[in-house]
C-alpha cells in the first residue's frame, strides 16, 4: 500500500517539462520544441467532451459578451510594483486570476459555435489589438516638403527627382523667378512641370505675356498643348502672339478629328478663306478637291462593283476604300480600275495628273506599278511608246529603264518582256549585271559577243 502511494506521489510530482537553470541551452529551436509536447501532453488530460458547456468561475458561459468584458479589464489591469516578489506576504494573499478559457476549445481551436478554427485566425481576430511599434520614417525624407527652398534650390531638387510642392509660390515675382530657374537648368521635365504649374495657377493673359519675352519657355508650352490636345487654349496663345498663319494650321489640323468623309470636306471648304501662305493655301485647296473627287469616284465604283458590270472588279476586289488616301494612293487606284477612261471623268489618271499637276516620273512609276500588277504588258508598252514629229517610235523612259527592269521583275514579268527592257538600259555594265542578275541568258551572250 505504501509502495503504490509512492508511485502515485511520484506521479503527480513529476513533469515533462525540464526546470530553468542558467546551463540551459538558449536556443528558440530548443523551447519551441519543448512547448510543442507540452501542448501534446495536455491534449492527453484535459476533457474533450463536446456536450458539456464552458462556464467561468462566475457562472457565465464562456464567449458571452459580459464574460468578454470582464476578461478584457481584468487582463487590463497591472499589479503593483514588488507584489509579485518571491518569498513577501503579498504575493501569497494574491487572489488567482480565474481565467474561464477552456484548454480544449483553446488547444483545439473551438469557438462558441463548436467550429474549428486554427491558431493563426483566433491571433488574427479583429478584437486583438496589435502592439507592434509603427516605424517612423527617417527625418531626411520630411525636408522634401519643407516650405523653406529657394526658387533655385526647388529647381534643382526637382532636377534630382525630389518631391517639391510648388504651391508655396504664391507672388508673381516668385513664380516668374522659378521658370527662369527652370529654363536655366535646360531640363525640358523641369520646364514643362513649372509651365503646367503656372497654367493652372496664372490667368492666360497674364501667363502669355510674360512667355513672349522668354521664348524657351514658350516653345516648351507650345509643344505641350499641342501634344495635350488643348486646341482652345493653343489658338488664344496664337491669337494673342498674333501668328495669323499657325492659328490657320492649328484649326486646319481639326480635319483629323473629323472620320465622315462629307463632314471631312464641308470642313476643309471653311478652312479655304483662313489666313494661310501661299503655298499652304494652295495644298488646302488640293485636299479639299481630292476628297471631293474621292467621294465621287467611291460612290460610283461602289455601285459598280455590287452590280458586277466591271470584269476588273469581279477578277480583283476592292480591299480598301478610297476615301482620305493620298495622293499617290488615289492615282494608283485609278491606274489600277479606270486607266483605259476618257480624259473627261474624274478618275481618269490623266485628269488627276493634269488636276494635281503630278510629275511625269512620279505619274509614269505609279502607272507602271498599277498596270504590271495587273501584267497588262501591251498597257506597259505603251506607256514607254513616244513618237516623233516624223512619225517615228521610240522607246523613253524618264525613270530610267534600269528602274523600269527593277519593277517589272517584282511584278514577275515573263523573260521576254524583261529581256526587251533590260536591251534598253544605256550603261553596258548595268545592262550586263542586270542580265545576269535576273537570267536574261539572250542579252548576256549579245552583250559578251558585242565585247569580243
Given at each position: 500500500?505504501?509502495?503504490?502511494?509512492?508511485?502515485?506521489?511520484?506521479?503527480?510530482?513529476?513533469?515533462?517539462?525540464?526546470?530553468?537553470?542558467?546551463?540551459?541551452?538558449?536556443?528558440?529551436?530548443?523551447?519551441?520544441?519543448?512547448?510543442?509536447?507540452?501542448?501534446?501532453?495536455?491534449?492527453?488530460?484535459?476533457?474533450?467532451?463536446?456536450?458539456?458547456?464552458?462556464?467561468?468561475?462566475?457562472?457565465?458561459?464562456?464567449?458571452?459578451?459580459?464574460?468578454?468584458?470582464?476578461?478584457?479589464?481584468?487582463?487590463?489591469?497591472?499589479?503593483?510594483?514588488?507584489?509579485?516578489?518571491?518569498?513577501?506576504?503579498?504575493?501569497?494573499?494574491?487572489?488567482?486570476?480565474?481565467?474561464?478559457?477552456?484548454?480544449?476549445?483553446?488547444?483545439?481551436?473551438?469557438?462558441?459555435?463548436?467550429?474549428?478554427?486554427?491558431?493563426?485566425?483566433?491571433?488574427?481576430?479583429?478584437?486583438?489589438?496589435?502592439?507592434?511599434?509603427?516605424?517612423?520614417?527617417?527625418?531626411?525624407?520630411y525636408k522634401d516638403y519643407s516650405s523653406d527652398w529657394s526658387p533655385k534650390d526647388t529647381i534643382r531638387r526637382m532636377q534630382?527627382?525630389?518631391?517639391?510642392?510648388?504651391?508655396?509660390?504664391?507672388?508673381?515675382?516668385?513664380?516668374?523667378?522659378?521658370?527662369?530657374?527652370?529654363?536655366?537648368?535646360?531640363?525640358?521635365?523641369?520646364?514643362?512641370?513649372?509651365?503646367?504649374?503656372?497654367?493652372?495657377?496664372?490667368?492666360?493673359?497674364?501667363?502669355?505675356?510674360?512667355?513672349?519675352?522668354?521664348?524657351?519657355?514658350?516653345?516648351?508650352?507650345?509643344?505641350?498643348?499641342?501634344?495635350?490636345?488643348?486646341?482652345?487654349?493653343?489658338?488664344?496663345?496664337?491669337?494673342?502672339?498674333?501668328?495669323?498663319?499657325?492659328?490657320?494650321?492649328?484649326?486646319?489640323?481639326?480635319?483629323?478629328?473629323?472620320?465622315?468623309?462629307?463632314?471631312?470636306?464641308?470642313?476643309?471648304?471653311?478652312?479655304?478663306?483662313?489666313?494661310?501662305?501661299?503655298?499652304?493655301?494652295?495644298?488646302?485647296?488640293?485636299?479639299?478637291?481630292?476628297?471631293?473627287?474621292?467621294?465621287?469616284?467611291?460612290?460610283?465604283?461602289?455601285?459598280?462593283?455590287?452590280?458586277?458590270?466591271?470584269?476588273?472588279?469581279?477578277?480583283?476586289?476592292?480591299?480598301?476604300?478610297?476615301?482620305?488616301?493620298?495622293?499617290?494612293?488615289?492615282?494608283?487606284?485609278?491606274?489600277?480600275?479606270?486607266?483605259?477612261?476618257?480624259?473627261?471623268?474624274?478618275?481618269?489618271?490623266?485628269?488627276?495628273?493634269?488636276?494635281?499637276?503630278?510629275?511625269?516620273?512620279?505619274?509614269?512609276?505609279?502607272?507602271?506599278?498599277?498596270?504590271?500588277?495587273?501584267?497588262?504588258?501591251?498597257?506597259?508598252?505603251?506607256?514607254?511608246?513616244?513618237?516623233?514629229?516624223?512619225?517615228?517610235?521610240?522607246?523613253?523612259?524618264?525613270?530610267?529603264?534600269?528602274?523600269?527592269?527593277?519593277?517589272?521583275?517584282?511584278?514577275?514579268?515573263?523573260?521576254?518582256?524583261?529581256?526587251?527592257?533590260?536591251?534598253?538600259?544605256?550603261?553596258?555594265?548595268?545592262?550586263?549585271?542586270?542580265?545576269?542578275?535576273?537570267?536574261?541568258?539572250?542579252?548576256?551572250?549579245?552583250?559578251?559577243?558585242?565585247?569580243?
Amino acid at each position: 500500500m505504501s509502495r503504490a502511494r509512492a508511485d502515485e506521489d511520484e506521479y503527480w510530482h513529476s513533469s515533462k517539462c525540464r526546470a530553468f537553470t542558467f546551463d540551459d541551452d538558449d536556443d528558440e529551436l530548443c523551447q519551441l520544441k519543448e512547448s510543442k509536447r507540452a501542448v501534446n501532453s495536455l491534449r492527453d488530460i484535459v476533457d474533450d467532451d463536446d456536450d458539456l458547456e464552458r462556464v467561468s468561475w462566475s457562472g457565465e458561459p464562456v464567449g458571452s459578451i459580459s464574460w468578454s468584458i470582464k476578461e478584457t479589464a481584468s487582463s487590463s489591469i497591472s499589479p503593483p510594483e514588488g507584489s509579485l516578489q518571491k518569498g513577501s506576504s503579498s504575493y501569497a494573499a494574491l487572489p488567482k486570476q480565474a481565467s474561464s478559457y477552456s484548454l480544449s476549445s483553446f488547444f483545439k481551436g473551438r469557438n462558441k459555435l463548436g467550429s474549428f478554427q486554427s491558431l493563426s485566425d483566433a491571433l488574427s481576430d479583429a478584437g486583438v489589438k496589435s502592439y507592434a511599434p509603427e516605424l517612423r520614417r527617417p527625418k531626411a525624407d520630411y525636408k522634401d516638403y519643407s516650405s523653406d527652398w529657394s526658387p533655385k534650390d526647388t529647381i534643382r531638387r526637382m532636377q534630382r527627382g525630389k518631391v517639391c510642392s510648388l504651391e508655396r509660390f504664391r507672388s508673381l515675382q516668385e513664380k516668374l523667378m522659378l521658370l527662369d530657374e527652370a529654363v536655366a537648368v535646360h531640363d525640358g521635365n523641369v520646364i514643362t512641370a513649372v509651365l503646367i504649374f503656372l497654367k493652372r495657377t496664372l490667368k492666360k493673359e497674364i501667363l502669355f505675356h510674360e512667355l513672349e519675352v522668354r521664348q524657351v519657355a514658350l516653345r516648351h508650352l507650345i509643344h505641350f498643348l499641342r501634344e495635350s490636345g488643348e486646341q482652345k487654349l493653343l489658338l488664344d496663345l496664337f491669337r494673342f502672339l498674333d501668328r495669323t498663319e499657325e492659328v490657320a494650321l492649328s484649326q486646319y489640323r481639326e480635319h483629323l478629328n473629323i472620320q465622315d468623309a462629307d463632314k471631312r470636306k464641308e470642313f476643309l471648304k471653311g478652312c479655304i478663306g483662313l489666313p494661310f501662305s501661299a503655298e499652304d493655301a494652295a495644298h488646302v485647296q488640293d485636299h479639299y478637291t481630292l476628297l471631293e473627287r474621292q467621294i465621287i469616284i467611291e460612290a460610283n465604283d461602289r455601285h459598280v462593283e455590287s452590280s458586277g458590270q466591271s470584269e476588273v472588279f469581279r477578277k480583283y476586289p476592292r480591299k480598301a476604300l478610297i476615301l482620305n488616301m493620298p495622293l499617290v494612293t488615289t492615282l494608283f487606284y485609278s491606274c489600277f480600275y479606270h486607266y483605259t477612261e476618257a480624259e473627261g471623268t474624274f478618275s481618269s489618271p490623266t485628269n488627276l495628273k493634269k488636276t494635281f499637276k503630278i510629275p511625269d516620273k512620279q505619274y509614269v512609276l505609279t502607272a507602271l506599278a498599277a498596270r504590271a500588277k495587273l501584267r497588262a504588258w501591251h498597257d506597259v508598252d505603251a506607256l514607254f511608246t513616244t513618237k516623233n514629229w516624223l512619225g517615228y517610235t521610240k522607246k523613253r523612259a524618264p525613270i530610267g529603264f534600269h528602274r523600269v527592269v527593277e519593277v517589272l521583275q517584282r511584278n514577275n514579268a515573263p523573260v521576254q518582256v524583261l529581256q526587251e527592257y533590260v536591251r534598253l538600259v544605256e550603261d553596258v555594265d548595268i545592262r550586263l549585271n542586270l542580265a545576269t542578275k535576273y537570267k536574261c541568258h539572250d542579252v548576256v551572250i549579245d552583250q559578251i559577243r558585242w565585247k569580243n
